[in-house]
């Protein structure tokens, strides 16, 4: 039960929010429960569902990076509906749960991620964990790595998600299928 | 929700009932969900305002002096005294 009743699909007739719907449910992020309470709020859901999806599979940066991220994001969060939900893309270009909890781990040891990956990991953990350690220095690594454009790709991607994930935990909400392993 | 979310329980979405429609409560949620993540990130880039509060174009350096030690968000409260 959540706190905030989702619509019914039915009761939802905006063509365009009813295909942004379709199309988070054929990603998995989010499911169509997260759509459905926004969808309470139409103007706002189609804005808001568009950048999520937008921010998470379009643009330059690996789609699996940023599913990493999002999830190791949530679990700062304490989101569980957001730390549950899975890319179905990601998987079938092959991201596996090992890789993911190792992106929430101790990733800066671990080899199987590269100088680039470790870095945009710690951009996101660091943003609300630790923000003052963004600083100067840290962006100037990045663009070792990254152009400026994938650095504010990567950025707002951060802030976005964990923003969402941030009003989610609030709502109550698990995720609306059980996850293929 | 950006401090205490453990607080925002049922009895919380409860009380919002009481002065506002589920949509107002969904929009104020999104609305709130998204500052909280852009701040964050907008305080990492390090830019400020573009104009003084008296309404002059000034350089970042100067933005920066006015805004960023001490905000005209923060000392506003004071200022209503």
């Known amino acids: ?181 | 929700m950006a401090l205490n979310p453990d607080k925002i329980d049922a009895a919380f979405y409860e009380e919002l009932r009481r002065h506002y429609t589920d949509e107002e409560i969904v929009e104020l949620g999104a609305f709130i969900g998204f500052n909280i993540g852009y701040h964050t990130f907008f305080g990492t880039l390090k830019f400020y305002p573009m104009f003084a509060p008296d309404g002059r174009l000034v350089s970042q350096e100067e933005s920066a002096r006015i805004y960023g030690a001490a905000p005209v968000s923060l000392a506003a409260p004071q200022l209503t005294k």
């Open chain 1, 1 to 181: 039960m959540t706190y905030i009743e989702p619509l019914k699909s039915e009761d939802i007739h905006d063509p365009d929010l009813q295909e942004l719907i379709r199309r988070g449910a054929a990603l998995g992020v989010p499911d169509a429960l997260f759509s459905r309470i926004l969808a309470r709020a139409p103007v706002h859901a189609k804005a808001l569902l568009r950048a999520l999806l937008h921010s998470h599979y379009e643009g330059s940066v690996d789609h699996r990076l940023k599913e990493i991220i999002r999830v190791q994001l949530a679990r700062t969060a304490g989101d569980p509906y957001f730390g549950g939900l899975r890319s179905a893309r990601a998987r079938q270009a092959g991201l596996d749960e090992d890789r993911i909890g190792a992106g929430s781990g101790k990733f800066e040891q671990d080899p199987r991620f590269t100088a680039a990956e470790k870095w945009a990991l710690r951009y996101a953990r660091e943003m609300y964990l630790n923000p003052e350690r963004i600083d100067a220095a840290f962006y100037a690594e990045g663009k070792r790595h990254y152009s400026e454009a994938q650095i504010m790709e990567l950025g707002a991607f951060i802030a976005f998600h964990y923003g969402m994930q941030a009003f989610a935990r609030t709502l109550g909400m698990r995720p609306h299928l059980r996850r293929a392993q």
